[in-house]
């Protein structure tokens, strides 16, 4: 399966925010939405980084100054781990355990078009793996 047909089987809208929202308001979109990481987005829309409920919460449980006052850009991990619709869900399974991220922004040239989460990859693989059981056992009940 790809990642295209996991994105169309769920129909959700892209979430994000921009580097300058406070991570008060990224974090109310987190809750809102009821999802664990926001693509970051530039004005022009380019994405430029990534915020998750984990930054959020490593950050309260250090000495840290004042949550209010800060923004998301401060936050943010930079370095992007991302895939394409057309990448495999095992691809995009190996790559998250390899990478050791949780959501990847989907990509389509330079625009964030989705989101998914590992909760999402392991779904998919596990009703392909259901499909393939049921074929199989279909075959094998025809051969007798």
């Known amino acids: 399966m790809k990642v295209r047909e996991l994105m169309q089987r769920r129909q959700t809208q892209l979430?994000?925010?921009?580097?300058?929202?406070?991570v008060q308001?990224?974090?109310?979109l987190l809750q809102l939405h009821?999802?664990?990481?926001?693509?970051?987005l530039e004005s022009d829309g380019r994405l430029v980084g990534i915020l998750s409920e984990r930054d959020i919460a490593r950050y309260?449980?250090?000495?840290a100054q004042r949550v209010d006052e800060l923004i998301v850009d401060e936050l943010m991990t930079y370095?992007?781990?991302?895939?394409?619709?057309?990448?495999?869900l095992m691809e995009v399974a190996a790559l998250m355990d390899r990478r050791r991220v949780r959501h990847l922004p989907v990509m389509e040239g330079a625009t964030a078009v989705g989101m998914i989460s590992q909760r999402d990859v392991s779904g998919g693989l596990l009703?392909?793996?259901?499909?393939?059981i049921a074929v199989l056992r279909d075959y094998t009940i025809a051969l007798r």
Do not use: K, W, Y
Request: glycine share 2%.
């Open 79 to 88: 370095a992007v781990v991302t895939c394409t619709a057309e990448d495999s």
């Open 34 to 40: 009821d999802i664990g990481a926001l693509p970051v």
């Open 60 to 63: 309260i449980a250090s000495p």
């Open 25 to 28: 308001t990224a974090a109310r």
């Open 127 to 132: 009703e392909q793996r259901q499909l393939e």
């Open 15 to 22: 979430v994000c925010c921009h580097r300058r929202d406070t």
